[in-house]
């Protein structure tokens, strides 16, 4: 079955094949090719023999957290001497690289900003920098605009005279390639410190990024991940070794899915809800009593987020019962907490399989709003809302996820601009298709087979998790588990194999198959169960239907 698995994904011949399964680090890009890191690397080495007040300012979400970690761990073990951070509150400030934070760094004397994750765009911020005599390092991996800030160097994969072939990184990824090029740069120049860093100590925090960021995971991502998920299972940081503990993840082998999916989801919240406790400081805090009492707070915060993200999807489900528009929804309310509008819209889009508008309504009647565009569509959502700019504060982001700000006395103009630019593109809601790597039976899955699946991994952007197509099984059972959740009892048509699978938050439509069907097909994920010590293999439902 991997072998199929692998063929229908284009490894047809052995060298295809061995290059996948046995990655070599040795094998990896020279950072140096990334345009400007060797500008990067002399501004930083001179800051390091002048002792000068360095400040790493990184995005809120995991991905530039993570790179701060993996920056700041390394800088300080490389020997820098005043290393300080920031990141924007994601509520209170929001996303971007602010100028006032410029000026607050600068009067504390810091004299060199090195951001993660962000300022691509920021040219006011950067330019505020240059006019105080602060050098900006700008690290990042969004895609420019027209103008590139005025930084006293800018290191991105993904700005156009590049020609590394590293797009593919994420934030943290750039910062750990500037890590890599900086050690290099520390061994070779006999003014600057030496030490035995070992670059290996940081791939959990690049392993947390380029999982949760959703970028490919090919070429250095994917032997960098492979490293890193042991390197994570066996962490030594208090923090991720107490959450890994209470997540019932402790003491054996993680998989890709296991981080995006169960480890991070506890983490994002905190930046979601900002309740006082950050991811960053779980990341870096160094004694283990100290990360006990903040990783029960993490749980704590998390079950908070669930239950508003609950509430709101369960409120927005009947704000929208008679909805007219046929080519988006939008719904704004002042129940929903601005921290979690991107996941109902992102539900809303699954549901109603078209673009989803969701606003945070508060106080001041400012709706503060997240926009996500269903599999399958082709959409912009960014030139969607470029059709009502006038009436929106401000917005942005990507084609298939993006935020946006209006006053809520502009709603009703914005909601008909959106529906005259979804009339317009003649973009028809489509029928969601899901195209799965093999066929199989339940008979052919067991432990023998598992083993070969985590070997072929880490799975993920770009390399997803192989999707298997079983049809004509008889449901023997169901439960309803808490969180709406259904755990069901499979066998084939013809008795020869069975096994147990679990439902995630099931649509009504999967509801509705369930309470009449007896005989379904199947697409589902294979993954182990822990269990009272017990290890067994167990099917993820993706999606199901009435066998016909």
């Not at 911020?125 to 027209?146: C, F, K, S, W, Y």
Request: charged content about 25%; hydrophobic content about 40%; proline content about 5%.
């Amino acid at each position: 079955m991997i072998g199929r698995i692998l063929a229908s994904r284009g490894f047809a011949d052995s060298t295809q094949v061995d290059k996948l399964l046995f990655p070599k680090l040795t094998e990896m890009k020279d950072p140096l090719l990334l345009k400007g890191m060797d500008k990067a690397i002399e501004r930083l080495g001179r800051a390091a023999l002048n002792k000068e007040k360095i400040c790493i300012y990184a995005d809120f979400d995991l991905d530039g957290t993570s790179g701060l970690a993996l920056l700041k761990t390394g800088m300080l073990a490389l020997g820098f001497e005043d290393v300080v951070h920031y990141q924007p509150k994601r509520l209170s400030q929001g996303y971007g690289f602010h100028a006032d934070v410029v000026e607050e760094l600068h009067k504390q004397g810091v004299t060199l900003i090195v951001t993660v994750d962000v300022g691509i765009t920021a040219n006011p911020a950067v330019e505020r920098a240059q006019n105080l005599g602060v050098d900006v390092i700008l690290t990042d991996h969004h895609l420019p605009g027209e103008v590139l800030p005025p930084a006293y160097v800018v290191v991105n994969p993904n700005q156009g005279s590049d020609t590394s072939g590293l797009g593919y990184l994420c934030g943290a990824g750039v910062a750990f390639y500037l890590l890599r090029a900086l050690k290099r740069y520390f061994f070779d120049n006999p003014q600057l410190p030496k030490n035995n860093f070992d670059l290996k100590e940081v791939l959990d925090f690049f392993t947390i990024a380029t999982l949760t960021d959703m970028v490919p995971l090919v070429d250095d991502n994917r032997v960098l991940v492979k490293h890193g998920l042991l390197k994570l299972a066996e962490t030594k940081r208090p923090g991720l070794r107490a959450l890994l503990a209470e997540l019932g993840l402790e003491n054996r082998a993680l998989t890709s899915q296991d981080v995006a999916i169960r480890f991070a989801p506890k983490l994002n919240a905190l930046s979601r809800m900002e309740s006082g406790i950050l991811p960053i400081d779980i990341f870096l805090v160094d004694d283990d009593a100290t990360a006990q009492g903040m990783v029960h707070q993490v749980i704590k915060n998390n079950s908070t987020r669930v239950q508003l993200q609950s509430d709101a999807e369960t409120e927005a489900m009947e704000l929208l019962k008679d909805w007219p528009h046929k080519d988006f929804v939008f719904v704004a309310s002042r129940n929903f907490h601005r921290g979690v509008v991107g996941l109902i819209a992102t539900k809303l889009s699954q549901v109603f399989n078209r673009p989803a508008f969701v606003g945070s309504w508060g106080d001041d009647n400012v709706i503060v709003g997240s926009a996500r565009l269903p599999q399958g569509q082709e959409a912009c959502l960014v030139q969607a809302m470029t059709s009502a700019e006038d009436l929106l504060s401000r917005f942005g982001g990507h084609s298939a996820a993006a935020g946006f700000e209006l006053h809520s006395d502009k709603m009703p103009l914005v909601i008909e601009r959106l529906k005259t630019y979804f009339h317009d593109l003649h973009e028809k809601p489509k029928p969601l298709e899901v195209f799965y790597d093999v066929d199989a039976k339940l008979s052919d899955v067991g432990a023998p087979l598992m083993k070969w699946y985590d070997f072929v991994g880490p799975f993920g952007t770009g390399f997803s998790t192989p999707l298997i197509h079983f049809t004509n099984v008889l449901l023997q059972s169901k439960k309803s588990l808490k969180g709406g959740h259904w755990r069901l009892k499979l066998i084939e048509a013809d008795g020869k194999g069975s096994h147990e699978a679990l439902l995630f938050s099931p649509s009504p439509r999967h509801l509705e198959i369930l309470e009449s069907a007896t005989y379904l097909d199947i697409l589902g994920e294979l993954q182990w169960n822990y269990f009272a010590g017990q290890k067994t293999v167990q099917i993820l439902v993706r999606d199901l239907k009435t066998h016909s």
